[in-house]
């Protein structure tokens, strides 16, 4: 059996593709390329004298060879990385963290974020980004994205804070006018200030799975451009409670369909890093799972 002690990066490179799934996200997981990941993993085979992947242009595939030597591996190496952990873990996080986050949610998150998350680590340096579109992490260099919805790309690592309720609001001259609907077909025939990126817009969906494309004249690619038109009186608007719980307070904007279940919609934070997230992101997402409760309850 020959000698594995020279070929740590190798096992490395090996046991974070697996995990990983790709060489392209062991490479980010490792701060590395897919080249060296490949390479590396190249030179442990040739070490071994066995082959652990099966690769091919559309998928990378673990031999048998290869999972008896990912179960016989990873496990060590974990406990490399733990040992590594507890001693970073003492240390306080500094450096940058680069978050983005969607506009609406920013007056919701940021006065904690600012006066507490950021009082309690002072050598972190915030850069915040606000947009609703789902930003590519690797090309724009964001550490962390919270992003409401299911997530469309597949090879980040997900975790879920909490689920937001949705709700139908609309003003009380509106609802004087239109009446309550009791059913999906009567919500549906009502005129909507509609959400609409890039000039589609978004559907309307209940809790039972029914969707529709809501009618209206009113398009707006903000959730801040959607209360006011519902505030105007120029239809209703489908959008996350807690972006009205104020409103729905003060009356200005009432449930227009209270009897019709309305789905929830993860909130999530996502990143790039794989299994081992550096301490700032797993600082950062503990603290929004706690405040992503309190949204939660408007």
């Not at 090996?14 to 990941?37: C, H, I, K, Q, Y």
């Not at 801040?224 to 009356?251: F, N």
Request: proline letters at 6%.
């Amino acid at each position: 059996m020959p000698n594995l002690l020279s070929e740590t990066s190798g096992l490395m490179a090996f046991v974070r593709t697996v995990e990983a799934g790709s060489f392209s996200a062991a490479a980010r997981d490792l701060n590395t390329t897919p080249s060296a990941v490949s390479k590396s993993v190249a030179r442990l085979e040739k070490k071994i004298g066995t082959r652990l992947f099966l690769r091919s242009t559309r998928a990378l595939t673990l031999t048998q060879d290869g999972q008896i030597f990912f179960e016989r591996v990873a496990p060590l190496l974990r406990d490399l990385d733990s040992s590594d952990e507890a001693i970073r873990s003492q240390a306080a996080p500094s450096g940058r963290l680069r978050i983005s986050m969607p506009g609406e949610l920013a007056p919701l998150l940021l006065p904690r974020l600012f006066t507490s998350f950021a009082a309690a680590y002072p050598d972190l340096h915030l850069d915040i980004g606000l947009t609703d579109r789902f930003v590519d992490l690797i090309r724009e260099d964001y550490d962390v994205v919270l992003r409401v919805g299911d997530p469309t790309q597949q090879d980040l690592i997900v975790r879920h804070l909490s689920d937001l309720p949705m709700a139908v609001v609309a003003s009380p001259r509106f609802l004087e006018t239109w009446g309550s609907p009791k059913s999906a077909e009567a919500l549906a025939s009502l005129p909507f200030a509609r959400f609409a990126m890039g000039g589609i817009p978004t559907s309307v969906r209940l809790a039972d799975g029914t969707t529709f494309i809501p009618s209206g004249r009113i398009n707006c690619d903000s959730g801040t451009a959607l209360i006011q038109a519902a505030l105007s009186g120029l239809g209703a608007a489908y959008l996350l409670r807690c972006l009205v719980a104020g409103e729905l307070k003060d009356g200005t904007l009432v449930d227009l369909a209270p009897e019709i279940a309305l789905p929830k919609l993860p909130f999530n934070a996502l990143h790039a890093f794989g299994r081992t997230a550096p301490l700032r992101v797993r600082l950062l997402c503990d603290f929004m799972a706690t405040e992503a409760k309190a949204i939660t309850g408007m």
